[in-house]
């Protein structure tokens, strides 16, 4: 059965989206008979959409509201080079829209959701030895779903005391709320001349340090090029930082699956004690 690792980040700018294509593309590339699935959770930009698969007709939000089926949204990754396509073992399932209105009968709406959403979760665990997802960078209720689904999660945060103090409590919620447990941390945009020990050091109160991406002007090029800085400049700073951390990943043992609807009940029990701790 597959591995499902969401990426997240707790601010917005903190290379989230370039990591989780830049795992899914170096994995694909480096375990070329497996096949390898990204997800577009981040609803509000999808760049994972935009970048690696701009053509399409349905998507997660189809399938979540019902109106589709899982199959109808994955997509081969539509980057191709003199027409043959780079990453033939690459799927993407783009965003689309909102899948969670903020109106009508919303608990019949968010148990819907969540059933769908798990039933899809399993089918792809079978179908793919790694399925990444792309959370977006607010808290919502489509952010813990999508996080609740996962095996583990990957935090990506800057070397920056607010970035690394935001991810820790984000961590330390989660694990708390739904008990899902950190795969581990990615120090982004470490600028030259840091001294990359202290901000490890720091970043290690969060979970493990399984990456260092160094600041790499290729990323914001490439975000320009409209292409994700791995296909675009693959031998760039980021992009060798990158293919070490999926090298890293692939040595790792990813367990702690649970049941998306289990997680997600404990966190509104959890949430309903606190509400009667501060009510009473």
Known sequence: MGAVIAVVGTKGGVSKTTVAMGLAIWVAQL?????????????HVRSVELKLCPAREASLADVLSGKR???????????????????????????????????GDVSSRMERVRKIFERMIEDLRSEFSFVFIDTPASVSYEHLILTAAADRVLYVCEANDDSINSTLATARGLEELMGVKPLGVVLS?????????QWSEKASRIARVLGVVPFDKAVDEAFRENLPVVAAYPNSA????????ARKLLRLKISGRASLSSRLDRAIERASERARERGG
């Not at 945009?189 to 020990?197: F, I, Q, S, V, W």
């Open 69 to 103: 089926n899982w199959r109808d949204a994955v997509y081969t990754c539509q980057l191709a080079s003199d027409g043959s396509l780079l990453y033939p073992n690459l799927a993407v399932m783009p965003a689309g829209g909102r899948f969670f209105p903020l109106h």
């Open 189 to 197: 945009k470490l600028m030259r001349g840091t001294r990359r020990e």
């Open 238 to 245: 980021a992009s060798r930082a990158i293919r070490e951390l």
């Open 31 to 43: 375990k070329p008979r497996d096949r390898v699935l990204l997800i577009d959770g981040d609803l």
